[in-house]
């Protein structure tokens, strides 16, 4: 008990300016001040997974909500559509028709035969 605390005693007055990087390295790794036993390690470990794992299905599953109200909003979107044509006439379409490909030119005005 007495050598930890010298030790905690010399590391505290010990200047960090004038100690070298692989001397405080193992002055770390040596000292067990504090030492988290490896048991609650594992239990803290498994916590963090199960929470990971409730978290990114809780994730998954928002994704997938809005993912499916995209496509209904897409899939309910109307794309008819209908011009004035310059000469009187128009062009339209309907996506409620039985072939959408379909275009639909009426001409109202002059025709090139007058």
Same mark, same amino acid.
């Not at 050598?3 to 030790?7: K, T, V």
């Given at each position: 008990m007495r050598?930890? =605390?010298? =030790?905690c005693e010399k590391m505290r007055t010990s200047s !960090? !300016?004038?100690a070298s990087f692989g001397k405080l390295v193992t002055e770390f790794v @040596?000292?067990?001040h504090g030492a988290v036993q490896v048991s609650e390690l594992i239990l803290m470990a498994s916590i963090l997974a199960?929470?990971?794992i409730v978290g990114l299905s809780s994730y998954r599953n928002? *994704? *997938?909500s809005e993912y499916s109200d995209l496509g209904l909003a897409v899939g309910s979107l109307n794309q008819s559509f209908s011009y004035?044509?310059?000469g009187g006439g128009t062009v @339209?379409?309907?996506d409620t028709e039985p072939d959408p490909t379909d275009v639909a030119v009426s001409q109202s005005g002059p025709t090139a035969e007058q």
């Open positions: 050598n930890d =605390r010298e =030790r !960090r !300016r004038t @040596s000292d067990e199960i929470g990971s928002a *994704v *997938v004035a044509l310059p @339209s379409y309907s």
